[in-house]
């Protein structure tokens, strides 16, 4: 089992800066995929940013919409994946959500946390 939380939203003003953090714990050492996803109303869920630890390496992805402003980077000793938001928009504005992968046999599991609410006034 893995537990995830959220911490770091709030409301910030266009072009400032806000950061994220998503904490682990639990089976932290079997997580193969972190992403942050955002959800504003009416709109469908989608990543945002990702990063992959496999046996090749580590990748990161980003979505088209948020590449250049945002930077997701992580602290293995503290379990933890942070979203460096910078250059802020309004329509960044949405609820954030990490989720973290694990692999089981015949499958994988996806864990997810409550959400951190963040909001660009303009």
């Known amino acids: 089992q893995v537990q995830v939380v959220e911490s770091g939203g709030g409301l910030v003003q266009a072009g400032g800066s806000l950061r994220l953090s998503c904490t682990t714990s639990?089976?932290?050492?079997?997580?193969?995929?972190i992403g942050w996803y955002r959800q504003a109303p009416e709109n469908q869920r989608e990543l945002v940013a990702g990063?992959?630890?496999?046996?090749?390496?580590?990748?990161?992805n980003y979505a088209d919409s948020v590449k250049g402003r945002f930077t997701i980077s992580r602290d293995n000793a503290k379990n933890t994946v942070y979203l460096q938001m910078n250059s802020v928009k309004p329509e960044d504005t949405a609820v954030y959500f990490c989720?973290?992968?694990?692999?089981?046999?015949?499958?994988?599991?996806?864990?997810w946390g409550q959400g951190t609410q963040v909001t660009v006034s303009s």
């Open positions: 990063i992959s630890s496999e046996s090749s390496g580590v990748t990161i």
């Open positions: 989720k973290a992968v694990s692999p089981r046999s015949g499958g994988s599991m996806h864990y």
């Open positions: 639990g089976s932290s050492g079997s997580i193969t995929f």
